[in-house]
């Protein structure tokens, strides 16, 4: 079939039309942000990643004690303990382990855990979503909440251990019967020492968390376990949720974001492609009565940082407006000629596609 010119025009312009809504689009695409290279140096008051991550209580923060709720756990390398009665079980055999259990039937158990004499290996290992907070005691308290069961893992090794516990089930001193609700005990053993595995349970009525006392010797108490060549903990498509921050410390590809809240709480949530937190430590919050508060550090290759909610990361617009003056009019000269080119070429289109459909108009 042959075209008339009328009919050549008016396909002409829906051809335009339809470039041009094609650039639109593109342009709409290529304002949203792109991946930036972020650092950061934030206090908060609570911190969750979606990476694994072990903390040392054997470093420059020396663990006080521990209270575990709603753990399972085992004690082992016992060679006697206090008072002596605890030493032997029903037959008068010693034992050199305790395994400590819940009850289905009863509440989630307690104890609390004071090393002391020599250390050997002191870690926590806290897969992903945990949920890290300080709390607003003194001396300072880093509370770990579990969300699965064996999500929180505590090794803890030590010439001796304190040991006070509720509700427990201790078969190697009760048999399979309860006995008495709780127990206070002093274990000593030999180096390595008492060494005592505990790994979170399955959640129930109460929460499921483990808080560490550590002895307040500095302004800072890094938590970080050590790495070769100071390794962090490594991030791949990770998220970090940083809640009740202050002074956030965020820069940009080497630059501070200029709408960035420093004078309230706010959140922070990073959507990091690659990186490293590269330290958590216990930090006297500045503006919180001294109270202890999470201090988290490193960098990324962000494709999100958001505030509140609101994206800190610039877009292609925002990255023109924030160059330099001279190189920033060359750019707005550009933007100028393509928006008045895409403009004739629209006004052009529908004049046409008026004659054609409605040529007395």
């Keep these: 079939m042959k075209l008339n010119a009328d009919q050549k025009s008016v396909i002409r312009a829906i051809v335009w039309l339809g470039l041009m809504v094609g650039v639109m689009v593109a342009v709409l695409v290529r304002n949203k942000p792109s991946a930036k290279t972020v650092k950061f140096d934030i206090v908060c008051a609570q911190f969750a990643a979606r990476v694994p991550i072990e903390l040392n209580l054997n470093g420059a923060a020396q663990l006080s004690s521990a209270q575990i709720h709603g753990f399972?756990?085992?004690?082992?390398?016992?060679?006697?303990?206090?008072?002596?009665?605890m030493f032997q079980n029903r037959q008068g055999t010693k034992w050199r382990s305790l395994t400590l259990s819940s009850r289905p039937d009863r509440a989630s158990p307690d104890a609390t855990l004071k090393p002391g004499g020599g250390f050997g290996t002191m870690?926590?290992?806290?897969?992903?979503r945990v949920v890290m907070s300080s709390s607003t005691a003194v001396p300072p308290v880093l509370m770990l909440t579990s969300k699965a069961s064996r999500d929180i893992h505590l090794v803890l090794q030590s010439e001796q251990l304190d040991l006070r516990e509720d509700l427990y089930r201790i078969p190697e001193i009760f048999g399979t019967?309860?006995?008495?609700?709780?127990?206070?005990?002093?274990?000593?053993?030999?180096?390595?020492?008492?060494?005592?595995?505990?790994?979170?349970?399955?959640?129930?009525?109460?929460?499921v968390r483990i808080d560490l006392t550590f002895v307040p010797i500095g302004d800072a108490l890094p938590l970080m376990a050590p790495g070769g060549g100071g390794a962090g903990a490594p991030l791949h498509n990770a998220e970090l949720d940083l809640f009740g921050t202050e002074k956030p410390g965020i820069e940009i590809e080497g630059k501070r974001p200029s709408d960035l809240i420093a004078d309230q709480r706010t959140s922070i949530v990073i959507r990091a492609r690659t990186g490293q937190i590269s330290g958590i430590s216990l930090v006297a919050a500045a503006g919180s009565n001294g109270a202890p508060g999470l201090e988290v550090s490193g960098f990324a290759e962000a494709e999100s940082v958001k505030q509140d909610d609101h994206e800190?990361?610039?877009?292609?617009?925002?990255?023109?407006?924030?160059?330099?003056y001279d190189e920033r009019t060359y750019?707005?000269?550009a933007l100028g000629f393509v928006a008045f080119f895409i403009f004739k070429i629209v006004d052009r289109a529908f004049e046409i596609l008026l004659k054609t459909f409605l040529p007395g108009g």
């Design 72 to 85: 399972e756990a085992s004690v082992k390398n016992v060679q006697s303990a206090t008072p002596i009665s």
């Design 177 to 207: 019967s309860r006995g008495i609700d709780s127990l206070a005990m002093k274990l000593v053993g030999a180096l390595p020492g008492v060494i005592l595995d505990a790994y979170s349970g399955e959640p129930r009525g109460s929460p």
């Design 123 to 128: 870690t926590v290992d806290v897969n992903p």
């Design 331 to 333: 750019w707005l000269i």
């Design 312 to 324: 800190l990361l610039p877009t292609f617009v925002h990255e023109i407006l924030d160059k330099p």
